[in-house]
Every structure is written in structure tokens, then in C-alpha cells.
Nanobody, 121 residues
Framework: QVQLVESGGGLVQPGGSLRLSCAAS????????MGWYRQAPGRQRELVAT???????TYEDSVKGRFTISRDNAKNTVYLQMNSLKPEDTAVYYC???????????????WGQGTQVTVSS
């Protein structure tokens, strides 16, 4: 059974930093693009950042220059370094991985359970 498990959320003051991690586990044959989404109360889930298996990245405009996505392919883990955090970054953050389990016939998107990030003084 494939699982994505996030960690690293919490409460931080404006201007502070947090680092989120997401580890994929289980019988995985290969992982393609991984990414982070977030959903604030009363708002739709939005894409924050993505990273391909060879390290190409994309970012949502509001986080460019503040957030950095990275991955460790050997550990099947994706990270999100968040600096200069603002109250509007408050949301539940979800990681996602486009992957194919061993013995599966197709690639699919898998999601973590989410981790809360709260930016408040």
C-alpha cells in the first residue's frame, strides 16, 4: 500500500520559516512529479509548487522567492522550505506524487493527509 506522509507543519510568527517534508512509502516502482498544494478555510485547493524527477520546479506567483521545493529521490521524499511566511500562507498543506506502484499498470496521483500551517502573531 502506497502512502504519502507529511510532517513539519505548525504555528509560526509572520516572517518566520517552516520546512515541510513528505515521504512516500510502500511498493513503489517509480515516482514522477511531486508537488505541494494548500487549502485555506473557505477557499479552493491551490497548487503551490511542483518538482519533476529531474529537478525542474514551478511555483505559484505568491510564493516565488519565499518558498523552495526540493526532493531526495533516494528517500522518495519531497520538501517545501517556506521562508518569510505571511498570515495569508495559513492553510492545510498537502503533498502529492504522480507514481506507479510495483505490479500496477498505470500511473496515478497519490495524496498525503495534509499538515496544518498557521502563520500568526
Amino acid at each position: 500500500q502506497v502512502q504519502l506522509v507529511e510532517s513539519g507543519g505548525g504555528l509560526v510568527q509572520p516572517g518566520g520559516s517552516l520546512r515541510l517534508s513528505c515521504a512516500a512509502s510502500g511498493s513503489i516502482a517509480s515516482i514522477g512529479t511531486m508537488g505541494w498544494y494548500r487549502q485555506a478555510p473557505g477557499r479552493q485547493r491551490e497548487l503551490v509548487a511542483t518538482i519533476t524527477s529531474d529537478g525542474r520546479t514551478t511555483y505559484e506567483d505568491s510564493v516565488k522567492g519565499r518558498f523552495t521545493i526540493s526532493r531526495d529521490n533516494a528517500k522518495n521524499t519531497v520538501y517545501l522550505q517556506m521562508n518569510s511566511l505571511k498570515p495569508e500562507d495559513t492553510a492545510v498543506y498537502y503533498c502529492t506524487g504522480y507514481l506507479i506502484p510495483i505490479a500496477a499498470i498505470r500511473w496515478s496521483d497519490y495524496w498525503g493527509q495534509g499538515t496544518q500551517v498557521t502563520v500568526s502573531s
